[in-house]
Structure formats: structure tokens, C-alpha cells
């Protein structure tokens, strides 16, 4: 049996999806499984133990799919485009959330019940298969490469890793309204290193140096920058680290993949309660972000800090 799993947002998207595709593998481990979805997001894949392909969205994706002859397609981006891709796959079984017209695409359509954490919500699609999920654990390996690149990272900054309480800091968001003031980011990473000998990495992105340079550049204190680290760089470099903090992204996920605590800031209209796992190593703030200054959110997170170090 053959399943393509469709997934075509950003990483975090992907990685939250990855528990349903280990609870298909070890309930069925004679099924391949492929995951669909754009090529920034392959590398979270690369070393997924539980896939047996990824299929990157482009222009002979589509004749790609028909030629795997796949028999169950799981489409979770409720979109026109992934239902077409479904709806042609030549797969027998389709399935997705309902939605208005989506008999169109699919012949398997349950109802979502909102569950909280957005992983048991992904997993709700489990339950036509009669698939019992394992956990919500995310799945994130990467390879010797990628240890020896951080490691090297490390040794040139004078960090070690068994020592020293290392913090990854993200600033950045593709959506405005989850940012977070970067002089306000650059106050906490001082207040960190004064009050807890943290050694504060800034995490940045492609096309975010500038940005991540200019907040460094107002920290009274010295603080490191990650080089060019891809995702699995960074799943290696928080590996090795005691606490993330950031919005809700992506490099949050890639935290919470390796059992790393993470300190997440909300605005006021998103849910902690969907985005943040339920579990004790994972806090947050919440509130207007123009109005939440350092020296609350510092204070909210030395509870936490003293909770995990």
C-alpha cells in the first residue's frame, strides 16, 4: 500500500505533521509513505526514519503522483490546488477534513473537533484508518554533518555545550502581527546574560541578517549569531542548548523536536493552547505585544528559567 501525505506550508506545518506519519509506519509497517510539500521544507524530511520519499511541489509533481500510483492520499491543506493534486492522484481512498465542496476531492471526509494541541487535532485524521496514534512527539533527525558543523560553531565562540546554559533566540516572523519588538528582544537577551550567565545565540534566517545585526547592535552586552544554519543545523544547535525563546515559528518546533524548553511570546488573538505542546518544559507569555515590555517578560521568564535549569 502506497499513502501520500500532502502538506504544503512552512516547516512547522510539516513538523507537526510527522507523528501521524510514524503512527501509519509502526501500525502498518508494510505501507510507503511519501510526503508532498515544497522544497524548503525537504530537509526537515531528509532523515525521517518512518518515509519512503518526498515529492516536491512543482511542475511535474503532478505526473510524478499518478506514476506512484498511490492508494490513500492525505490532504491536509483543504486547498483547491491540494484537492486537484488528490482528486487526479488516481488514489482510491482521498482524505481530509470536511468542508463545503469537498466531495469534489475526497471520499473520506470526518468532521474536525477542535482537541487542542494541534498535533491531536492532525491526528484526528488517524480515525477512518482505525490507526491508534504513539504520542505527539515531533520527528526531526539530522545527520554527523550537521553535529560536527555546531560543534565547530561552538568551539569558535568558546561555548561547551555541558557548561554553559545556552539560549537560542528567534526574532523574526512572516507575520508582522507575531513580532515582537526587536529592542525589546535585545533588552531580554542582556537581562538573560546579567541574571543567569546565559550565552544568547540570535538564530537568523535568509534575508533576516540585517535585521538580526541591527537588534544585536543596541544589546549592551556580546552576543552570537548563527552563520548560515539550514533546519538541521538548527535542530543540532538546539539540541545542544538549555532553552529556546522566540514567537510561534518554526525554529519553535524544531525546539520542541529535541526535547529543548522553549519560552514562547504570544500576541493577544493567538491559542498557546493549539500552537505550545502540554507539557511543563514548554511556558509562554500572552498579550498586546506593543505593550509587553522586557522587564515582564524577563520576569515571566525566570520562573521558567529556574523551572528548567
Not at 101 to 109: E, T
Not at 272 to 294: C, E, F, R, T, V
Request: a positive charge; charged letters at 25%.
Amino acid at each position: 500500500m502506497k499513502i501520500l501525505i500532502i502538506v504544503f506550508k512552512g516547516i512547522g506545518d510539516v513538523l507537526l505533521t510527522t507523528p501521524l506519519v510514524r503512527a501509519i509506519k509502526k501500525n502498518r509497517v508494510d505501507v510507503e509513505i511519501y510526503f508532498f510539500t515544497k522544497k524548503r521544507c525537504e530537509k526537515a524530511l531528509k532523515y525521517n526514519p518512518y518515509l519512503s520519499g518526498i515529492l516536491i511541489r512543482g511542475e511535474t509533481a503532478f505526473w510524478e503522483i499518478r506514476r506512484r500510483k498511490f492508494d490513500l492520499v492525505i490532504d491536509y491543506m483543504l486547498s483547491s490546488v491540494s484537492g486537484l493534486y488528490a482528486r487526479f492522484s488516481g488514489a482510491q481512498k482521498r482524505l481530509a477534513f470536511w468542508r463545503p465542496h469537498g466531495f469534489l476531492f475526497y471520499n473520506l471526509m470526518p468532521r474536525f473537533k477542535k482537541k487542542g494541541y494541534t498535533i491531536y487535532d492532525r491526528l484526528q485524521l488517524l480515525d477512518p484508518l482505525g490507526i491508534n496514534y504513539d504520542g505527539i512527539s515531533i520527528d526531526l533527525k539530522y545527520g554527523s554533518e550537521n553535529a560536527a558543523k555546531v560543534s565547530s560553531f561552538f568551539e569558535k565562540n568558546g561555548l561547551d555545550p555541558g557548561k554553559d546554559f545556552i539560549v537560542t533566540f528567534h526574532l523574526t516572523s512572516s507575520t508582522p502581527e507575531r513580532r515582537w519588538s526587536g529592542p525589546k528582544f535585545a533588552e531580554l537577551a542582556d537581562l538573560l546574560s546579567a541574571e543567569h550567565r546565559a550565552k544568547v545565540i540570535f538564530l537568523r534566517g535568509p534575508g533576516e541578517f540585517s535585521y538580526v545585526e541591527n537588534v544585536m547592535a543596541l544589546c549592551r552586552k556580546n552576543h552570537i549569531i548563527t552563520p548560515d544554519f539550514d533546519i538541521l543545523d538548527l535542530a543540532a544547535l538546539m539540541h545542544n542548548s538549555g532553552l529556546h525563546v522566540g514567537g510561534t515559528s518554526g525554529p519553535m518546533h524544531i525546539a520542541v523536536s529535541q526535547n529543548t524548553p522553549t519560552f514562547t511570546i504570544y500576541n493577544h488573538i493567538e491559542s498557546p493552547q493549539s500552537w505550545g505542546p502540554p507539557d511543563k518544559i514548554h511556558q509562554y507569555i500572552q498579550g498586546d505585544l506593543n505593550k509587553l515590555s522586557a522587564i515582564h517578560v524577563f520576569e515571566e521568564l525566570e520562573k521558567h528559567v529556574t523551572n528548567v535549569s
